[in-house]
């Protein structure tokens, strides 16, 4: 089994250690794990993230011993607290974005916390175990979308999450589980046979349930292979007239994950994350930062933003079918609409949490400015995360023509989020729900999450 490349994944869970991490995978990972709270958090404030809580209450009796987030006395079973909590920290589609596409700590980190919970005091992982096991999560994510040239570009067919967002929550359950080498790779196989989910269900209520599946159904298959379930140990392996993990992708090239000796780079210390300003897809922020840019031009030129002067707003964008959304008609959908969001922008100078109300989807002037937009497909504009771009062009009555332009929008990982936008976006979300002695407690318990003596206090 060593020798085959599920073999490889199994002994590098069951082998690594913190020592592994360096400085920059760990400040990095908890900035993740900051940024993941909080959108959690004020996830718990959604409908969507209702209609799941009261589902695992009503419908499940459980062992009620992990936390729900924003929902102080209220605990769940273990693998459904996971599941509840993963919803609520993709309920805005404001989690974060790793290259190639996927919302990586979502799937991860809700597993660690309701594991941390559920394990006995004897037994409870430090803060560095939390922190190992949750990059453990995010390195077998990365790995397994690199085997795949498709997974670079934005998804058709599956959403990334669901894929290898339940392999990562199966590899970070396990690694903090201390499963043997044998059972990590039963958690991986099981895992496969628990993962996968439509794009078509994008810009609707059932998305959120994408991230608490996988990261319950990980959990679950590392506690089926805890309890001696075992799967086909070759899950990764490229095995000709038989799919395995291949299924999900139409090119698939594995590769051997080598086991750590002294030092073991992570794909983090290579490829940064990207957090998002505003609770909608990532390609949103294209057209936004770019909308917001021209805005600025006409403010200049017509001395305030007047849509009555404007006769055409041409968006350039990638191709994506499920985010090109001309009249979205719900708070999901607009979340998945380019032109949408750009329009925000240009009528508010924002998008923010009350642009996806009821309320400000169904305003006349934003309809007004919906009706003017053409949409075009520039050849160089790839619907790929590290490529695109978004441009907008405001074609004036008077003939002028006004363009702004983003290439890499704040926030991207190639112009990532100051410590203190990172900080003030966690504190907006976490007011939703918890008093400022509370945040601040949080804050300063992830900053020194690697001296924390117990994980579960998280």
Not at 151 to 177: C, E, N, Q, W, Y
Not at 193 to 212: C, D, E, F, R, V
Not at 255 to 268: A, M, Q, W
């Amino acid at each position: 089994p060593e020798e085959t490349v599920t073999g490889s994944f199994a002994s590098f869970i069951h082998a690594v250690r913190p020592e592994h991490l360096s400085k920059t995978v760990c400040h990095r990972s908890k900035r993740m794990i900051l940024d993941s709270i909080g959108v959690g958090l004020v996830g718990s404030t959604t409908h969507v993230f209702d209609i799941a809580l009261q589902y695992c209450r009503e419908l499940y009796s459980s062992v009620a011993v992990s936390s729900v987030y924003g929902k102080p006395g209220v605990k769940l079973s273990p693998t459904l607290a996971a599941f509840t909590n993963g919803v609520a920290t993709h309920s805005m589609d404001f989690d974060d974005t790793w290259h190639p596409a996927t919302h990586p700590s979502g799937a991860v980190l809700p597993a660690l916390l309701a594991a941390s919970q559920m394990l006995p005091p004897s037994t409870k992982p430090n803060g560095m175990d939390l922190l190992l096991a949750f990059n453990v999560g995010l390195e077998v994510q990365g790995r397994l979308m690199h085997f795949s040239t498709e997974a670079h570009d934005i998804p058709k067919r599956f959403h990334p999450p669901s894929v290898v967002g339940t392999m990562g929550s199966a590899a970070a359950t396990a690694k903090l589980l201390s499963l043997s080498t044998a059972q990590c790779a039963h958690a991986l196989g099981i895992a496969a046979s628990l993962a996968g989910a439509p794009m078509a269900n994008a810009a609707t209520q059932a998305k959120p349930l994408h991230i608490g599946n996988a990261t319950r159904l990980g959990f679950e298959a590392a506690l089926l292979a805890a309890r001696g379930m075992e799967a086909n140990p070759l899950i990764l392996d490229d095995i000709p007239g038989c799919s395995g993990f291949s299924a999900f992708y139409s090119v698939y090239q594995p590769k051997p994950l080598s086991t750590p000796s002294d030092h073991h780079e992570f794909l983090l210390e290579k490829q940064d994350i990207a957090f998002k300003r505003f609770p909608a897809h990532l390609g949103m922020h294209w057209v936004v930062d770019a909308a917001l840019s021209v805005r600025n031009l006409f403010i200049n030129y017509a001395g305030s933003f007047s849509p009555s002067l404007i006769r055409t707003i041409v968006l350039k964008i990638p191709v994506s079918k499920y985010i090109n959304r001309p009249f979205p008609s719900s708070e999901h959908q607009a979340r998945h609409s380019f032109q949408f969001n750009a329009c925000t922008a240009l009528l508010d100078g924002e998008v923010g949490l009350s642009s996806f109300t009821e309320s400000s989807i169904h305003r006349q002037e934003l309809r007004e400015l919906l009706d003017k937009v053409v949409v075009e497909h520039p050849e160089d504009n790839v619907a790929n995360f590290d490529k695109m771009y978004g441009e907008v062009a405001l074609l004036l009555h008077s003939g002028d023509v006004l363009t702004g332009k983003c290439d890499t929008f704040y926030g991207h990982w190639r112009k990532p989020l100051s410590k203190e936008s990172l900080l003030k976006k966690f504190r907006s979300n976490a007011s939703h729900v918890l008093p400022e002695e509370k945040i601040e407690t949080i804050i300063t318990m992830v900053d020194n999450l690697e001296n924390l003596s117990d994980s579960s206090q998280l």
